[in-house]
Nanobody, 124 residues
Framework: QVQLVESGGGLVQAGGSLRLSCAASGRTSSFYTMGWFRQAPGKEREFVATINWSGTSTLYADSVKGRFTISRDSAKNTVYLQMNSLKPDDTAVYYC?????????????????WGQGTQVTVSS
């Protein structure tokens, strides 16, 4: 059983920055892939970014490419999402996710572990 706990959400003005953190505890495999998803009111949960177990490979949604950066500290079992140049459209609940597979995936159904989510609100 793996527990994922997010932190770092909040309210920020458009153009500002936030950094989200997700700490994983429990039985994670050596090739545990982690990712970030988000869900805005009335919309489906969507992929944001993912990173492999070693931090050497990443994948981003087109909507955040060049503005968001995903990274991880494997020693701390923690993944981060640095969000810059935030827009009102980035407003959503952000979820951390994990999967016991080495390949990067963008589909919600391919992740078996989920955090409780953290709210990010960007004002115009």
């Amino acid at each position: 059983q793996v527990q994922l706990v997010e932190s770092g959400g909040g309210l920020v003005q458009a153009g500002g920055s936030l950094r989200l953190s997700c700490a994983a505890s429990g039985r994670t495999s050596s090739f545990y892939t982690m990712g970030w998803f988000r869900q805005a009111p009335g919309k489906e949960r969507e992929f944001v970014a993912t990173i492999n177990w070693s931090g050497t490979s990443t994948l981003y949604a087109d909507s955040v490419k060049g503005r968001f950066t995903i990274s991880r500290d494997s020693a701390k079992n923690t993944v981060y999402l640095q969000m810059n140049s935030l827009k009102p459209d980035d407003t959503a609940v952000y979820y951390c996710a994990g999967r016991d597979r080495p390949t990067l995936q963008t589909l919600v159904v391919t992740y078996q572990d989920w955090g409780q989510g953290t709210q990010v609100t960007v004002s115009s």
